[in-house]
């Protein structure tokens, strides 16, 4: 894809990418910044709770954020990357050293997270994920904002020509060449290749959430319920009562509750989807914001989902799922969702966004057969399914409407399941699964002639899609 | 192709015949133990009667779930087709899987101390799916090393990308 860059001796900065790094100094600090203002809340509400003020809990409670912040700053210290051979190398660890290697072919994408603390330095986090079903993508904590958005974009270029055979053997050099319009810039002005482009290119913002409808989404979606009777039950209980201390024993639980709808709500803040050369770009985020590239011919998914209470405002919500785990110890709930391309938009915006990442999609057209109307009452209104020879879509839920979108060419294994049931009744289910751990495509309650003849079909018809994808 | 579920034109093959006894050993050691801590414990507690009571009872359900497994046991099959791998199991919710040879990841061959002592071991196939099962229990050890350098040849060879 780039011409071979000159054998350039490279001078003093084109050690840049391939020597070792160190993150940035401050990154203790922000990496234990979210547990110690937990820690500082706790403390506050214990002062809070026994007006005594107990001084040996204080003195204690300063003596773990010590540990926790000389814990983080050894950690630094023994913390170094580096980018050579397109394989980007981290080391880590001081008792249990670990070195870890992340070839960046094998790269499904890379995010640049920045924790509310982390942005008021002016520091960024960079993330790869990888395909591997459990096993941990990398995280580089922290890096000055800057150089995070130029080391994804050369990183992902780099991947692209690693994992392009025709660029193959230009991969090393490719390593090498990002280098020279690193951050002393000109001196590489010789050698401009591709890979080293600067990060701002031309975009095209597909779609862009509102805030306002957002808010509303949130306030009408599940979490938002149980928030909302939280909430009531503690004015009630206060009320009636009149001694709001009643309430403190339950407020750790109703602390948990407002802050998932606070966390969904600052996750998909501002969620701005855009297309760009190296794939669909994603940022979102009110305090703490995420910058994720998708690569293109990596969604292994696409859902939407239309609760209940969203419908009468014609709302929905489009999900990917891309492969890998979702792993981000400090935003669990976060994590075990689908990333929303869109968190709440029109059924028009929905639409769009499906026609931009799947050509031509099948719709959800064969009802489920009668039968299965006894089997499942509640969600047989939604049964449904349809296949061309590129995608599978398969609609179901009982109040909640999902139709899932399944490329044939990323179908890792086809299933027939029949419970007993579904046996009396002559049904079956068919389910096509995708790399990642969240989403199937489930083609539910169809006829065991019907589910008999997909299951012959299927696995001929992926193969076919899957050797197309090859030639192209 | 009309691959038909329980169709004869698919040449299932069976696990080992020994399967059946491995697993009946399996309950044994589950049971009896079982068995025999819940007479104790009820015993001590109450009468010497309740608790040869329970112990039986708990003997009586074991020997009850031996008599589902012949069935459980004989439900396994699977198919080496020219493409993909087909795999077959249960009684009550009866499934069927196909695994593309070209969408496996990596092949595991595990041997329990009940298995191994029977001189069998169980093929697991994983693929990038978390939700994909596809596991062959009782597996003669040699077919299970041979089935496993196949499908690993098989594999390699159909290999697709993500």
Request: with cysteine; charged share 20%.
């Amino acid at each position: 894809m780039t011409a071979p860059p000159p054998p350039h001796p490279a001078p003093a900065p084109a050690g840049d990418m391939t020597a070792w790094h160190r993150l940035h100094p401050l990154s203790p600090l922000i990496r234990t910044g979210r547990h110690l203002m937990a820690l500082g809340v706790l403390v506050l509400l214990l002062i809070f709770a026994n007006h005594s003020g107990n001084n040996d809990d204080f003195i204690s409670d300063i003596v773990v954020v010590g540990i926790v912040l000389v814990a983080g700053v050894i950690s630094w210290l023994v913390t170094r990357w580096q980018v050579a051979d397109g394989v980007l190398r981290i080391e880590t660890g001081l008792i249990r050293r670990q070195s870890l290697r992340f070839p960046l072919s094998q790269v499904q994408a890379i995010d640049v997270v920045q924790t509310g603390l982390a942005r008021v330095f002016g520091l960024a986090e960079l993330r790869l994920r990888m395909a591997g079903a459990d096993s941990s993508g990398g995280r580089l904590a922290c890096l000055p904002l800057a150089d995070a958005e130029r080391l994804r974009t050369q990183l992902l270029a780099m991947g692209h020509a690693a994992a392009s055979p025709v660029a193959a053997g230009g991969a090393s050099a490719g390593a090498a060449a990002p280098s020279a319009g690193g951050p002393a810039g000109s001196a590489g002005g010789a050698a401009p290749p591709a890979v080293a482009a600067a990060p701002p290119r031309p975009e095209r913002v597909l779609f862009r959430v509102q805030s306002e409808r957002l808010a509303g989404a949130i306030i009408l979606s599940r979490s938002g319920a149980y928030a909302g009777a939280v909430i009531a039950v503690v004015i009630v209980v206060i009320a009636l009562t009149g001694r709001p201390g009643v309430i403190v024993p339950f407020l750790v639980f109703g602390f948990g509750v407002v802050a998932s709808v606070w966390r969904r709500f600052n996750t998909e803040y501002g969620t701005v989807v855009a297309e760009a050369p190296d794939g669909l770009r994603l940022r979102s985020g009110l305090v703490q914001t995420v910058a994720e590239t998708i690569r293109p011919g990596r969604v292994q998914a696409v859902r939407i989902v239309e609760p209940l209470f969203w419908r009468a405002f014609g709302w929905c919500r489009l999900e990917v799922d891309v492969a890998g785990p979702r792993q981000r110890r400090e935003n669990r709930s976060e994590g075990q969702r689908l990333r929303a391309l869109i968190p709440v938009g029109s059924r028009a915006d929905a639409e769009q966004m499906l026609g931009e990442l799947l050509t031509t999609p099948p719709r959800p057209t064969h009802p489920a057969p009668a039968s299965a109307r006894v089997k499942t009452p509640l969600s047989y209104h939604y049964l449904a399914w349809a296949g061309d020879d590129r995608y599978v879509v398969a609609s179901r839920g009982r109040i909640c409407r999902k139709t899932t979108w399944v490329p044939l060419e990323k179908v890792q294994s086809i299933r027939w399941v029949q419970g007993p049931w579904q046996r009396r009744l002559g049904l079956a289910t068919v389910r096509l699964d995708v790399a990642g751990r969240r989403v199937t495509a489930s083609i539910q309650d169809r006829s065991v002639a019907e589910a008999d003849e997909l299951l012959g079909r299927l696995p001929d018809l992926a193969r076919a899609a899957r050797s197309r994808g090859l030639v192209s | 192709m009309t691959a038909q579920p329980g169709d004869a034109d698919i040449g299932w093959q069976r696990p080992s015949h020994l399967l059946l006894r491995a697993r009946r050993i399996q309950t044994a050691l589950v049971t009896l133990p079982v068995a025999l801590v819940g007479g104790i414990i009820a015993g001590a507690a109450g009468s010497t009667g309740l608790g040869l009571g329970i112990g039986l009872g708990l003997v009586v359900v074991g020997l009850l779930c031996e008599r589902f497994l012949a069935r459980r046991v004989a439900a396994w099959g699977y198919a080496e087709r020219r493409q993909d791998l087909m795999v077959k199991r249960g009684v009550m919710i009866r499934r069927q899987s196909v695994i593309p040879y070209g969408r496996m990841q990596f092949i595991d061959v595990t041997a329990g101390p009940v298995e191994r002592s029977l001189g069998l071991a169980t093929v697991r196939m994983h693929t990038a799916a978390a939700a994909s099962d596809a596991r062959i229990p009782g597996l003669d050890k040699v077919d299970a090393a041979k089935l496993r350098d196949q499908l690993a040849s098989l594999g390699e060879a159909q290999a697709a990308g993500l």
